[in-house]
């Protein structure tokens, strides 16, 4: 079955923990991202990879860090969280191209104490 | 920059009644607009997308859309709301990124 898996789902962490989330997806897309979901703010993109070893920032970028060494993960990582960083955070990937749609993983519910 | 609107921050609909959902964007080029939906503790699924040619899209569980390149709207209608559509609904536009609409919750009352 074709499609994006984040790790773990909940996490509740302190300030200062460095911690990964995990993605990965099945589907031998070159475009990945990271996006944080927030009451009245949507989504709004982290980091985004064009293709292996190859990231650039998104919106909202700071605290964030990402690797891009295979394919097909794409994680996440904050090396020093802070409570502003509690948040829902989605995956997502699609094949290159404009028409292509992207599919999003199920999320992860992170919260910094 | 690409940037998306949705007014309507909530919006209750009864059930068996009509549902339109308000979208606006600001593109320079021809946009690639999307709408998802998010019930309550699932992740992102895409209703419909527009690229381009017929400007009445179709979509899953009974949804349509309809790209107004004058208005710069994307509206998502559904003629006939079921209990199951209420849910977290995003517009999004697309270049080289997706930029997401603050979303508009929908309510179904019986």
């Known amino acids: 079955e074709a499609q994006v898996t984040q790790n773990p789902r909940y996490l509740i962490t302190v300030t200062g923990k460095k911690l990964t989330v995990t993605c990965s997806q099945n589907?031998?897309?070159?475009?990945m991202s990271w996006y944080r979901q927030d009451p009245g703010l949507g989504l709004r993109q982290i980091y985004y990879?064009?293709?292996?070893?190859?990231?650039d920032k998104g919106d909202v970028p700071e605290g964030y860090k990402v690797s891009r060494k295979e394919k097909r993960n794409f994680p996440l990582i904050l090396e020093s969280p802070s409570p502003n960083q509690t948040s829902l955070y989605f995956c997502?990937?699609?094949?290159?191209?404009?028409?292509?749609?992207?599919?999003f993983g199920p999320g992860t519910r992170l919260t910094v104490l | 920059a690409q940037s998306v609107t949705q007014p309507d921050i909530h919006i209750t609909v009864s059930e068996g009644a009509s549902l339109e959902l308000r979208c606006n964007y600001s593109y320079g080029a021809t946009p690639y607009l999307f709408w998802y939906v998010q019930s309550p503790g699932q992740g992102l699924q895409l209703l419909l997308k527009y690229f381009s040619g017929d400007t009445l899209v179709q979509g899953i569980k009974g949804f349509e859309a309809e790209f107004k390149r004058s208005q710069s709207s994307f509206n998502l209608r559904k003629p006939s709301v079921h209990w199951s559509d209420a849910a977290e609904y995003f517009c999004a536009v697309r270049d080289y990124k997706l930029s997401f609409g603050a979303g508009t919750t929908v309510t179904v009352r019986a």
């Open positions: 990879s064009m293709n292996v070893e190859v990231t």
């Open positions: 997502a990937s699609r094949d290159r191209g404009e028409v292509h749609e992207q599919f």
């Open positions: 589907m031998n897309h070159e475009y």
